[in-house]
């Protein structure tokens, strides 16, 4: 016997899917792409909502077709989000179907995006990181140091100089750093740790950024 979700069970697993006819017109999509995309209704050309970035291809049927085992990109032209994922063809119906999710590397971009954590599957690890990074926000005011940027599975923070040293426990500066464990399940982010002057115009890095494990 071969096994094939439901209608509901398929969105619950891919909320961020699409399906395209042979013309590139929009025919079903996932129930959290109408909150990412406001006003999206199944109907609409593709074109006019999304442009694919990666790989570098014009949005038609025989093109996605030739790509399929590539990675997608598709670019949400009404607020720039990136959807990664894999384009598939069903050739007996003519119709492509995506599976993927939001690129988010910043748990504040949710709000803006009119998302939440609960509209990402449970085996997503974008959830998981957004969590993660959430409670590293809330440490960085006990250990005075200064958020920077999330980049990818990277969170960037920087310490104040030696002669301000941090007002967390244990009064910690520079090259000290406080480790904490994580559930195995989730991604394996890296702190990195630099002394020397802030990173900016003018300055140039002393050495390369030890990497540790967290």
Known sequence: MIYSPGTEQFALLHPFHLVIDEQMVL?????????????????????????????????TYDAVRAMQR?????????????????????????????????????????????????????????????ELFSHFDSLIGEYGVEKIRTIGDNYMVVAPPASRPCPG??????????????????????????????LGSGHRRRDRPQE???
């Open 70 to 130: 590539a990675a997608f990109l598709l670019e949400c032209l009404a607020n720039g989000v990136i959807l990664k994922g894999q384009m598939l063809v069903d050739e007996p119906r003519r119709m492509i179907l995506f599976v993927g999710s939001p690129v988010i590397d910043d748990r504040t971009k949710l709000k803006e995006y009119g998302l939440t954590l609960s509209d990402f599957p449970m085996h997503d690890s974008t959830a998981d990181l957004m």
């Open 169 to 198: 426990p244990g009064a910690h500066g520079p090259g000290d750093v406080r480790v904490y464990p994580k559930p195995a399940a989730l991604p394996k982010p890296t702190s990195g740790l630099q002394d020397g002057p802030q």
């Open 27 to 59: 025919r079903q999509m996932g129930p959290a792409i109408p909150q990412l995309v406001p006003g999206l209704r199944a109907g609409e050309p593709f074109a006019n909502r999304f442009q694919v970035q990666r790989p570098r291809i014009q949005p």
């Open 212 to 214: 540790i494990p967290v």
